[in-house]
């Protein structure tokens, strides 16, 4: 009969040497943890420093003026446009990236297909994620802007009288934007998805199925629920990319400092501002484009905190 020792057991076998090791290899991960927070703090701090005297100069009507004014003498600044153009375009690519890659996120976890096609799939969704962003923006510029433009006509003639589509494409826009940051976002949220329905018990499969559900009544009803707080996860850090993409999205949206009900128009977004501006700006300027990346933060921060509640109460649930 053999007689399971405790974890003190064990460790109290090891040599001191062992031990050690251990010790330092406990307090280097500790440290390398702290460290990712340290990080974080002190880009937060040199950006809300940076920001300060435009902070004191406009307050919160930053927030709502959508002037800006960047000639000495008459500066004024104001971020709405370009915090309405990152919500909205990263809203659009959540829209078309959330169904597309969480279905292939099901197709390539389920043995829907043979493993070694299987495989040729997720190392090409892989390989989407290595394509440099730059080379996005200019394939969205000889492209995706001439492919869409019919597209957004259409739309235009004959659902004009909505207000998204009220006025007819002019070729970079929202709506290029958004398609372009789905399909950079993609390439997270099909492996987070796929990873976090792959790593489930595979009890929870074959209980459903003994107990008579369909095949798509366990994937949906059984695996997405379990694996809800991956998904969210993945879907999170694809809105993180979408709301921080600056060169791809700098050059399809046109860089227009207005706001539109129509995704049709040109548009502009934080990330889009900064890369057009700060190479050349100086004084109460630099401070203003501080001021909108502190936003960018903030809008960050929130997000992450709303999805942390829905997984929560999704968890509490099942």
Known sequence: MTIPLSDDAVLGNRSAGEKTTD????????????????????????????????????????????????????????????????????FIALAIAVPLGLGTAIFLSEDFIPANIRTILVFLVELLAAIPSVVYGLWGVFVLIPFLKPIGQWLHDSFGWFPLFSTAPAGPGMFPAGVILSIMILPIIIAISRDSLASLPPELRQASLGLGATRWGTIFRVLIPAAFSGIVGGIMLGLGRAMGETIAVTLVIGNANRISPSILEPANTIASLLANQFAEASGMQVSALMYAGFVLLVLTLIINILAEIIVNKIKAKY
């Open 23 to 90: 010790g330092l290899f406990v307090n280097l991960t500790k440290l390398l943890a702290i460290s990712i927070g340290v990080i974080l703090t002190m880009i937060a701090l040199v950006v809300l420093w940076r920001s300060l005297p435009a902070m004191g100069a406009f307050g919160f009507g930053f927030l709502t003026n959508s002037t800006w004014n960047p000639v000495q003498g008459r500066e004024e600044y104001g971020a709405l446009p370009v915090i309405y153009g990152t919500l909205v375009s990263s």
